[in-house]
């Protein structure tokens, strides 16, 4: 009763788990392993977000971890894009040779830079998270499935082909699922009763258990966890790429909501979400401070030239690019451009990789290496048919 009670539901006796509103009542037990693991957190995070204070731009690097997020959440997923994909794509705007789901990862990248300018003009709602979920599903796999509308039948969680009666888990129905959903917004209004990281662990989880679209919720409910820190100015910019972690630890996230819903355990759940924001928040820390080094040691080797300055910029926005691409970012002559690119080249800060004599494309390998290295190993076959079992889709009765 502490997280909900399962219901059985009608003549077809499937029993739908109800959610209680937030906070949990019994309150969160904030033993001294909790305490610390949040006191630990705050500060990793804190750090994060100081760093992008002493960041030239800031806005020139966002970018990057916005999509590395947007990549990660994405593969949780189930699809196989990775961030150089994404990366071609914007460059060259078509799919040639690379997953088609590399288009699902571009609309995240999309759903979170609007739901982060929204946020200026309307507070984190249900309202909000309709129009991120409609960005998010737009023309990609699942834009059948009411984009940017909450269900009106019931959905459950489970394996493909699965149904309602072998379903490993069933959200409340669409009349049970109307309450919840107001509870939870006027739980992520609430200033004052949880520390901001715990309130984010509840949101995320709730905001899963209630499953309220067809399709999208476990992308939309980590997007849930940016909106909140970022709309309370914990993060100034969405620095903080979590997805890795959950990624990294999938089969144990989801074990871990559903001892929430069977068992009542939210503080298993939120010892492993404070850890992973502690774990993470350093780790994009100390990628955001190799940036910084990084871009001090070619500012020195490209000198005083004003134009090459520029590009250096803007690669750390664009970090693959194309003659084209230079020319018009700098409003400079194609020849110049080209002559500019060939100097990145040859102080080893550009690598041409298509091998091409047309339409080059040119990759900034020591920038794309931060992030490289924090990448996840690609799935085995075996933890692909795991996650395949384990993600959280719903299903359309």
Sequence with gaps: MRTGRYVTQGKNGYRAFVP??????PPVRMDAEMTRLLS??????GRLDGVATVLPNPD???AMYVRHEAVLSSQIEGTQSTLEDVLEFEAEGKLTDRPKDVEEVVNYVRAMNQGLDRLASLPLSMRLIREIHAELLKGVRGAHRDPGQFRSSQNWVGPAGCTLKDAEYIPPPPHEMKTALHDLESFLHDRESLPVLVQCALAHAQFETIHPFLDGNGRVGRLLITFLLCERDVLHRPLLYLSYYLKAHRARYYDLLMAIRNDGDWEGWLKFFLRGVCEVSLAATDTAREILALRERHRQVLSEDANALRLLDFLYQNPVLSVQMAQGHLGCSYGRA???????EKAGILREFTGRPRNRRFRYDPYLALFDQQALPDLSPEEQEETKTTLSRGHKA
């Excluded at 209680?20 to 009542?25: E, H, I, R, S, V």
């Excluded at 630990?40 to 995070?45: G, H, Q, S, T």
């Excluded at 080209?338 to 990145?344: A, G, P, Q, T």
């Design 60 to 62: 020139l690097f966002v």
């Design 20 to 25: 209680a509103p937030l906070p949990p009542d």
């Design 40 to 45: 630990d957190a705050d500060r990793a995070l």
């Design 338 to 344: 080209n002559s500019l690119i060939s100097r990145f």
